[in-house]
């Protein structure tokens, strides 16, 4: 039998991890990146023998591909991803190829926002539990790798919309969407629709043995589960109202019921403050209710997970002002919760690469909570516009010492210093991870 021959356009966490997965497997593998290729990267890939070339993608040796892996940050919409579907050519995500070559119980997790602190906080509770369960998704080794190199029996899956939409078989045994609002509208033709049939394509291959743990109070979870035939289990969690098969809130616990099994858990014993992390911890508790984990050991990883790193961190008090990292609040819906549990005056960093964002609801946080505005972006136009006339003092910077010296000069006792971006890092920084660590260097340099 003729090998099959696996192209894999660029050479990332997800490409390099499913090129090891695809030479284990036996396929013809040819890794190819447009840009240039990390060295670290370079010496796995010469390490395993693997073919590849950067800063290029040479067509003749990609149209002879049997099946393409596109990196997640590549859109449909590029004209080489178009030829090779118009050659019938199939063009899959990472999870979807290494989804096939592993017998694990796979719990996928998605949602505008949470979906990295549940995907945390339901890996460190199924762990505690005594379970051998990887994660994967944005963080650390690729699912891909970690189905070459580890034997794990679960893993636990951050999903994003972009490898959602490249998904065929992809079947997770438990699914959770946190919520969804508009986000990342650029690649989606600017049609919240589309991104919300992207989400729900978690869903599409579950069976009735399979489930789907959402967010009952979230209007746009609630009626994509009327337009999209979810076959799944239903599990619902809310803040608002009492769910039979589910999670909600009575008095200050939670109760959740799972199979005629209930277990209630204190609030005011969870780890992570605030509304949207009483929901993550819900998805996470319902999620090991479902593979059996004791009640005990689930309350206890509740009580003591330490939270993700760029979330709402806090980093340090000087001068009694708290400087909070939330450099991982890409989008608004993620600053709005950072803003709301604000409980002092803010000084507010905000700026970046908009995604088509719409600052609108924002403002009566602001109005409520924020001082002074710091921009941090080479375009800050839209934001300027938004939040012009809400608050006395608006500054602009181009760099991030400069927006924390200006931070502590405006700052007063008692006041919250608060990077929520509310937008991509790519105009200064590499990535959201790098602007939260200058952050947290400019920070301690004070």
Known sequence: MQQQRLVILGAGESGVGTAILGKQQGYDVFVSDKSAIKTHYKNVLNQFEIEWEEQQHTEAKLFNADVVMKSPGIPDTVSLVKSL?????????????????????????????????????THHVLKE???????????????????????????????????LDGIVNFRPHIAI???????????YDYKFENYIAAKFRIAMNQTENDYLIYDADDEVVVNGLKTYKVKSTLIPFSLKNKQENGAYI????????????????????????????????MAASAVAQLLNI????????????????????KVLKIQNVQYINDSKAT?????????????????????????????AELLPLVHEKVKAIICLGVDNSKIIEAFGGVTDLMVETTSM???????????EKGDNVL?????????LFENYEERGRQFKAAVRAL
């Open 294 to 313: 004791r009640k005990q050991t689930i309350r206890e990883s509740m009580s003591g997970f330490q939270g993700v790193e760029h979330r709402l961190e």
């Open 129 to 163: 539990g005594g379970l051998n369960v990887g994660v994967a998704g944005n963080m650390g080794k690729s699912f891909a790798r970690q189905v070459a190199e580890e034997s794990f029996d679960e893993y636990v899956l951050e999903l994003s919309s972009f490898q």
């Open 250 to 281: 009575e008095g200050n616990n939670i109760i959740l019921t799972i199979q005629n099994k209930t277990i209630t858990m204190p609030t005011d014993s969870l780890a992570l403050e605030g509304q949207h992390n009483t929901k993550n911890a």
């Open 177 to 187: 969407i946190t919520n969804i609002t508009p986000d990342h509208l650029d690649r």
């Open 419 to 427: 990077l929520s971006p509310a937008c991509a890092s790519f105009d």
């Open 331 to 359: 989008n608004i819906n993620a600053t709005y919760y950072a803003l709301e549990s604000m409980t002092t005056q803010t000084v507010w960093i905000v700026g970046g690469v908009d995604k088509g964002n719409d600052y």
């Open 401 to 411: 010492s400069e927006a924390v010296k200006i931070a502590h000069k405006i700052a």
């Open 85 to 121: 579907r118009e050659k019938g050519i199939p063009v899959i995500s990472e999870i979807e190829f290494a989804g096939q070559f592993t017998k694990a119980t796979i719990v996928g997790i998605t949602g505008s926002n949470g979906k990295t602190t549940t995907t945390m906080l």
